[in-house]
Each structure stands twice: as structure tokens, then as C-alpha cells.
């Protein structure tokens, strides 16, 4: 079919604007909306591509082109809907339901290549929304979310977890109390080293690295539960070695005693200069029981009253947690019969 001149098509720009003046509805139809739909309904008129009268595909693959593109239109559309709502009410659940819904969406509907453009794009939205409120954990969530459909084969991704291991570190260095970081650092580790095919010394290269890294975070913030939770978690990667993997499995008996006798030191050591703060007893505490049972001795007279002195402390700095502690003056008093030999 021959296709209109441009010229041909003044008479209905004319036609058009006439019929608009005539029925003096230039304020209605100007508004924001129709200014700019009638605007670009004359361009494309003028230059013989009117949207009124499309032109359809030729073959299959030129309409499935134009139907993914629909689509990713609509779902692009739909995500930049959710976004003032998400800064708004960042820590809504089904605004994040619903972003997530429609970046599967992607992979049911678009190609591979289109599909992981707008997963990525996502990813760059949690980033962006961490640096609003870093301790977000819907976002911290989401991420890993988006992170492991990104890895998957459905987008024929490899793995992540190196940049994000060292994201989790530009986030600490920013704010040492960054629960969510510190927790997904925790979760990357078993990933990271089994990718790197660490091996015995390595692991315990690894893990000194990063006991030096929370022992000088805690040297400038005791009183961050965030750090001793991180610091926890690396002491029971060595007290808490059996039935599961863990940073260092071929650690020896001495090595791990060794460990824990370290770090009860360097805790007593914050003791000197911060002796208002439960976290440091409660270390103390969890991590003497750790020792005895590595060592299986049980605890001499002299460091039992330590002991007591920790417990007394605790039950004045943390009175809402009593019968937590109340239990363990009672596991105190069975320890010093056992060990008085009554």
C-alpha cells in the first residue's frame, strides 16, 4: 500500500486544530496530559508515522520483538510506579512482594539479555536504597534476593559473591554498627572460601583476618551489639566445629583452647577501660563455658569467683534478662561442688 505524503497530512493537522478551537476546549485539552499526547500525534503525523495508524510487523520474530517490548514496557513502567512508594515506606513488605513479582515477571515474558538488564538496574535500586538507610534489613534481604537470581542459570549468571563480600566491607567501613552488613558477611564466607578452594592455611589466614577486624571495631565501639554478635559468630565457627562446615575444620584441639584463651584476654583487656558494659560479661561468660568444654576440666577455685564477679555484674547491668541469668548462677554453684569434690 502506498504511504501518505507528509504534506497530504497538514489538511488533517488543520482538520485537528479546527476542530479543537471549535469546540473551546483548548484549556481541557492543553492541560499536561493532552498537550503533550496531541504535541506528539502531530509530529508523527507530519513525518508520516502516525500511532493511530501503526504499521504492523512483517514476520514472527519482528511481533515477538514488539510484544516483549510491550511488555518490558509495561513492567519498567510498573517498577518506576513502586519507587516513590518504596522511599516513602521503605520497610512495606508488599511493595517489595510486588517488585519482586514483577522482576519474574521479566523472566517469563523477556528474553535473557532484557530480563537481566532490569534485574541488574534492580540491584542498583537496592544499592541506592542502602545508602538512604544502610541498616535497612528489607533491603539487605532483597538484595541477596536479587543477588542469587542474578547468579542463577535462568539469567545465565556466575557468581557474586566476591563483590558482594567486599560490599559488605565498603558498608562497615561507612557505619561500624551495620547489623544487616555484618550478618550477610557471615553468610558469604562459607560460599567465598569454598570458591576460592582455600585451603588449611589459608582459612586460618582468613580467619585471623577477620577476628583483627572486629577486635579493632570493638576497640572503638564496646558497646555495639552488632560487633560482638559478628564476634560470636567467629567463636563459635571454633568452639562449634562439629557436624558442620565451618572457616577452619582441620584446627587442632591446642589451636582452637588457643583461640578462645586469646580473645578471653583481649575482652578482659576492654575490661580496664569499660567495665559498665554487659557485652563484655556476657562474652566473657559464654566464651569461659566454650573453654570448658574444649578443655572437658572443669574451673579452678580462683577463676570461679571471677566467674561470680562477671555474673554479679550482668545481673545489675541486664536485670531483664534475670533468669537467664539465674540459670547460670545455678550451672555456677553446681561447677564449685564439683569442684570442691562435694
Known sequence: MERPQAFANLWIIIKTIGWVLALEGVADFFSDRHYHTLF???????????????????????????????????????????????????????IWKYRLWLL?????????????????????????????????????????????????????????????????????????????AWHNRSKLIPRLLDERGADAAARKDFLETELNLVREALNVGPEDQSLWFYHGFLMREITDYTGRPTITPNLSESEREEYVCREIDFIKDLLEDYDDIKWLYDALLEYSVDLWNLTGLMPQPDELDEYWEWLQRLQKLDPMRKGRWDDFEMMLRKSARESSGL
Open 40 to 94: 506528539r500525534r502531530l509530529i508523527f503525523l507530519f513525518i508520516d508515522r502516525d500511532p493511530a495508524r501503526p504499521e504492523p510487523p512483517d514476520n514472527w520474530a519482528d511481533w515477538r520483538a514488539v510484544d516483549q517490548q510491550n511488555d518490558a514496557d509495561v513492567l519498567r513502567s510498573e517498577l518506576g510506579f513502586t519507587i516513590p512508594l518504596l522511599l516513602e515506606s521503605p520497610k512495606c513488605y508488599w
Open 104 to 180: 519474574q515477571e521479566t523472566i517469563e515474558r523477556l528474553d535473557v539479555q532484557m530480563a537481566r538488564r532490569v534485574w541488574e538496574e534492580e540491584l542498583g535500586l537496592a544499592s541506592k536504597m542502602l545508602t538512604k538507610d544502610k541498616r535497612n534489613f528489607h533491603a539487605w534481604g532483597y538484595r541477596r534476593k536479587v543477588v542469587a537470581k542474578l547468579e542463577s542459570a535462568e539469567l545465565d549468571g556466575k557468581s557474586m559473591v566476591e563483590p558482594e563480600f567486599e560490599y559488605t566491607y565498603k558498608m562497615i567501613g561507612v557505619d561500624l554498627s551495620n547489623f544487616s
